[in-house]
T-cell receptor, first 115, second 117 residues
């Protein structure tokens, strides 16, 4: 069984400030981990993914995440927030078993960016 | 631009209507998915097709009927829906199907916003 916990359903930062969105996972097998972003009334877009290669993963729009097995974490960061980063962010996990990629999503974190 | 195309973007239907949602991808992916998303919630998996065969049905009510006519198309037929079925319906695809090793990345469409009156 696998699960994802996103700490904080709502994170608010000032423009230019550090963005940190937290994600902890539970998986009985080596996981694949993902961060997706969803803008209002749109689908989900992949920000970045961890698939057992480098533990520091760089994604689109200046985001990155670090896989820490000892802490079972995959936190998302961006050094300087931009107004356009305001969106809902979902962390997701699946197993590296090669079957139908049943993603387990976290409950999401709404990021607001204040001018 | 998304490579998974969903139509229509918005749909309003009565509880006695029959309608369909459509999804198309041309990335050669062999797994396709339907998700339901309520406001301020994560997507919930409904169905998975792998190589055009229904692989996963997450105990979805029979008023939702999926269909996969070919490897590029996925439909969701709707009949006798309830107001609580109003939601954003997301289609997704991924590279591998049953038994295929891949990275597990899903590509999502922009969704069809369904309102049931």
């Amino acid at each position: 069984a696998q699960s994802v916990t996103q700490l904080g359903s709502h994170v608010s930062v000032s423009e230019g400030a550090l963005v940190l969105l937290r994600c902890n996972y539970s998986s009985s097998v080596p996981p694949y981990l993902f961060w997706y972003v969803q803008y209002p009334n749109q689908g989900l877009q992949l920000l970045l993914k961890y698939t057992s290669a480098a533990t520091l993963v760089k994604g689109i729009n200046g985001f990155e995440a670090e896989f820490k097995k000892s802490e079972t974490s995959f936190h998302l960061t961006k050094p300087s927030a931009h107004m356009s980063d305001a969106a809902e962010y979902f962390c997701a996990v699946t197993s590296s078993g090669g079957s139908n990629y049943k993603l387990t999503f976290g409950k999401g974190t709404l990021l607001t960016v204040n001018p | 631009d998304t490579e998974v195309t969903q139509t229509p973007k918005h749909l309003v239907m009565g509880m006695t209507n029959k309608k369909s949602l459509k999804c198309e991808q041309h990335m050669g992916h062999r797994a396709m998915y339907w998700y339901k998303q309520k406001a301020k919630k994560p997507p919930e998996l409904m169905f998975v097709y792998s190589y055009e065969k229904l692989s996963i049905n997450e105990s979805v009510p029979s008023r939702f009927s999926p269909e996969c006519p070919n490897s590029s198309l996925l439909n969701l037929h709707l009949h006798a829906l309830q107001p609580e079925d109003s939601a954003l319906y997301l289609c997704a695809s991924s590279q591998g199907g049953q038994g295929r090793v891949g990275t597990g990345e899903l590509f999502f469409g922009e969704g069809s916003r369904l309102t049931v009156l």
